[in-house]
């Protein structure tokens, strides 16, 4: 029973501090966890999309302006020369790659920056649909799943409709900031979509730790327990044993501390106890020889003697005082003495 009340306290003792840290802990993830999703930061995740946004806008329509002031010059030049002059318009233009396509789609001409390039870029069916619908085509995209390239398509006129591609390269810095928000943002909402979830998994690591801890806590608490109590149950013992007149009771002095300290004071009393009643022994078994020494010696006198205590009261007499008195002395041990003469 003391084991358990011990227990119960030490785990009380602890569980109350850990539950205020549990519970601040909890308060300030969630608040913590809310703060990395508040408006602000919300309105600057996606006005920094926007802005990214804009600027690639923004470049795709100048380069747009810049392919559509190309196609008047191709409009006068015959087919032998066209080649020569998409050569001369890519390298003023600062493109990457031109080409120049027929309404079927068949290549006429095309200038590359990179000479290995056999065939040039090739716009799919989905581009040649928007192109008949609008007439022009203007997006980023990359090309041959490397760097991004802007990709513009507009309509050449000419004795029979052509189209002229363009690949403008985007800058590096530019594509790698476009990238890098555009990547932040779609964490950010992958992250604003997981918030609950979140909360959740650390309030359960959280949970799991408080429930480790207490664990933890309540093990240590019976170790410790266990052993400060184990001196008291043997002192229990040694006191039952010294009840029951077992005076030779020594116990293991375990530690050096208070509980030892009382352990060795116990044994010292139970030593002195023991010596006590040795002595007593000793002592009594003194008395009944002396006591026996003086009858022997009271029996063989002739003279009658009669022993009397403080009050006149008949302690011992011997078969002289019976033979003198003629009466049984004996049957008057303790009464006065002049209890007899009015016998």
Same mark, same amino acid.
Do not use: C
């Given at each position: 029973?003391?084991?358990?009340?011990?227990?119960?306290?030490?785990?009380?003792?602890?569980?109350?501090?850990?539950?205020?840290?549990?519970?601040?802990?909890?308060?300030?993830?969630?608040?913590?966890?809310?703060?990395?999703?508040?408006?602000?930061?919300d309105r600057a995740m996606e006005d920094a999309l926007e802005l990214s946004q804009?600027?690639?806008?923004?470049?795709?329509?100048?380069?747009?302006?810049?392919?559509?002031?190309?196609?008047?010059?191709?409009?006068?030049?015959?087919?032998?020369?066209?080649?020569?002059?998409?050569?001369?318009?890519?390298?003023?233009?600062?493109?990457?790659?031109?080409?120049?396509?027929?309404?079927?789609?068949?290549?006429?001409?095309?200038?590359?920056?990179?000479?290995?390039?056999?065939?040039? #870029? $090739?716009?799919?069916?989905?581009?040649? /649909?928007?192109?008949?619908?609008? =007439?022009?085509? +203007? !997006?980023?995209?990359? @090309?041959?799943?490397?760097?991004?390239?802007?990709?513009?398509?507009?309509?050449?006129?000419?004795?029979?409709?052509?189209?002229?591609?363009?690949?403008?390269?985007?800058?590096?810095?530019?594509?790698?900031?476009?990238?890098?928000?555009?990547?932040?943002?779609?964490?950010?909402?992958?992250?604003?979509?997981?918030?609950?979830?979140?909360?959740?998994?650390? #309030? $359960?690591?959280?949970?799991?730790?408080? /429930?480790?801890?207490?664990?933890? =806590?309540?093990? +240590? !608490?019976?170790?410790? @327990?266990?052993?400060?109590?184990?001196?008291?149950?043997?002192?229990?013992?040694?006191?039952?044993?010294?009840?029951?007149?077992?005076?030779?009771?020594?116990?293991?002095?375990?530690?050096?501390?208070?509980?030892?300290?009382?352990?060795?004071?116990?044994?010292?009393?139970?030593?002195?106890?023991?010596?006590?009643?040795?002595?007593?022994?000793?002592?009594?078994?003194?008395?009944?020889?002396?006591?026996?020494?003086?009858?022997?010696?009271?029996?063989?006198?002739? !003279?009658?003697?009669?022993?009397?205590?403080?009050?006149?009261k008949i302690r011992t007499a011997n078969q002289a005082a019976y033979r003198i008195?003629?009466?049984?002395?004996?049957?008057?041990?303790?009464?006065?003495?002049?209890?007899?003469?009015?016998?």
């Amino acid at each position: 029973r003391l084991t358990t009340r011990m227990v119960s306290l030490f785990v009380v003792l602890a569980l109350a501090p850990a539950v205020i840290v549990f519970y601040f802990s909890m308060q300030f993830l969630h608040q913590g966890i809310d703060s990395w999703f508040n408006v602000e930061i919300d309105r600057a995740m996606e006005d920094a999309l926007e802005l990214s946004q804009a600027s690639l806008d923004q470049r795709m329509r100048w380069h747009l302006k810049q392919t559509q002031q190309l196609t008047e010059k191709l409009e006068d030049s015959s087919e032998s020369l066209v080649t020569l002059e998409i050569e001369n318009l890519r390298e003023q233009s600062g493109a990457s790659e031109m080409t120049l396509f027929s309404r079927q789609g068949r290549i006429i001409a095309s200038s590359s920056i990179n000479p290995g390039d056999i065939l040039p #870029s $090739l716009p799919d069916e989905h581009i040649w /649909l928007q192109l008949r619908q609008n =007439a022009e085509y +203007v !997006a980023v995209a990359p @090309i041959h799943e490397e760097e991004l390239m802007i990709r513009v398509i507009v309509t050449v006129k000419a004795q029979e409709p052509q189209y002229l591609q363009a690949l403008y390269p985007v800058p590096v810095r530019i594509a790698d900031l476009a990238d890098s928000v555009e990547f932040a943002f779609v964490r950010y909402q992958e992250m604003n979509f997981l918030r609950n979830s979140l909360k959740m998994s650390f #309030s $359960l690591a959280l949970s799991l730790v408080l /429930l480790m801890s207490l664990l933890a =806590a309540i093990w +240590v !608490a019976f170790i410790s @327990i266990r052993n400060i109590i184990a001196p008291v149950k043997e002192l229990v013992k040694g006191t039952q044993a010294v009840a029951s007149g077992h005076y030779d009771q020594q116990l293991p002095v375990i530690a050096q501390d208070d509980l030892g300290f009382l352990v060795k004071s116990f044994n010292d009393m139970t030593h002195r106890i023991a010596v006590a009643r040795d002595e007593t022994r000793q002592a009594g078994f003194e008395v009944e020889n002396q006591r026996a020494y003086l009858e022997t010696i009271l029996g063989n006198l002739t !003279a009658g003697v009669i022993s009397f205590d403080a009050l006149y009261k008949i302690r011992t007499a011997n078969q002289a005082a019976y033979r003198i008195f003629h009466i049984h002395v004996n049957q008057f041990i303790g009464y006065r003495a002049d209890f007899i003469g009015t016998y």
